[in-house]
Nanobody
Framework: QVQVEESGGGLVQAGGSLRLSCAAS????????MGWFRQAPGKEREFVAS????????SYADSVKGRFTISRDNAKNTGYLQMSSLKPEDTAVYYC?????????????????WGQGTQVTVSS
């Protein structure tokens, strides 16, 4: 069993930056791929980024490629999502998720453990 909890959301102006954190507990964190998803009002939850358990491999949605960076510190059992050049369309609740598998996962059903989400609002 893995528990994950997000933090770091908030209100930022367009063009600004935020860093989200995902604290994990209850398992050997380095064995779990980690992902970030987001859900805007009235929309489906969508994939944002994923990182393998080792941290070597990453994957991004086209909409955030070049602006967002996913990383992890296995010694601290924590993952991160650095978001830069934020746009109003990035406004959403951002969720951290952990998979029972160690390689990159990009689909919601591939993740077993989810946090409660953290709100990110980008004003124009």
């Amino acid at each position: 069993q893995v528990q994950v909890e997000e933090s770091g959301g908030g209100l930022v102006q367009a063009g600004g930056s935020l860093r989200l954190s995902c604290a994990a507990s209850g398992h050997t964190f380095s064995r779990n791929a980690m992902g970030w998803f987001r859900q805007a009002p009235g929309k489906e939850r969508e994939f944002v980024a994923s990182i393998s358990g080792s941290g070597i491999s990453t994957s991004y949605a086209d909409s955030v490629k070049g602006r967002f960076t996913i990383s992890r510190d296995n010694a601290k059992n924590t993952g991160y999502l650095q978001m830069s050049s934020l746009k109003p369309e990035d406004t959403a609740v951002y969720y951290c998720a952990a998979s029972s598998l160690s390689y990159i996962q990009t689909m919601k059903f591939q993740y077993n453990y989810w946090g409660q989400g953290t709100q990110v609002t980008v004003s124009s």
